[in-house]
């Protein structure tokens, strides 16, 4: 099993920058595909990001691209998230999520564990 913990969220103003962590617990979490996820008030959850066990190769949302870059450190257990030129738009709660494998990755569904999430506030 494995449990996920987030921190780093809080309020910024448009264009300034955040960064986000995921602490793991678990013998096994390096051999999960760690995932972010956001949701905003009155919105369905919306994929962000995605890490490989191994962590060379990574997926992000369209509304993301370019701006966010999502890491891991497998001997620390963490998992990060690096938001920069951030919108209004990015307002939500952000979570971590781990899976075994990659197929329909932006499908909260096939998502395993989940942390309770973190709160990200862009002000304009």
């Known amino acids: 099993q494995v449990q996920l913990v987030e921190s780093g969220g809080g309020l910024v103003q448009a264009g300034g920058s955040l960064r986000l962590s995921c602490a793991a617990s678990?013998?096994?979490?390096?051999?999960?595909?760690m995932g972010w996820f956001r949701q905003a008030p009155g919105k369905e959850r919306e994929f962000v990001a995605l890490?490989?066990?191994?962590?060379?190769?990574?997926y992000y949302g369209d509304s993301v691209k370019g701006r966010f870059t999502i890491s891991r450190d497998n001997a620390r257990n963490m998992l990060s998230l690096q938001m920069n030129t951030l919108k209004p738009e990015d307002t939500a709660v952000y979570y971590c999520?781990?899976?075994?494998?990659?197929?329909?990755?932006?499908?909260?569904?096939?998502?395993?564990?989940w942390g309770q999430g973190t709160q990200v506030t862009v002000s304009s």
């Open positions: 999520a781990a899976r075994r494998g990659t197929g329909s990755y932006s499908n909260e569904r096939v998502y395993d564990y």
């Open positions: 678990g013998r096994t979490f390096s051999t999960y595909n």
């Open positions: 890490i490989t066990w191994t962590g060379g190769t990574t």
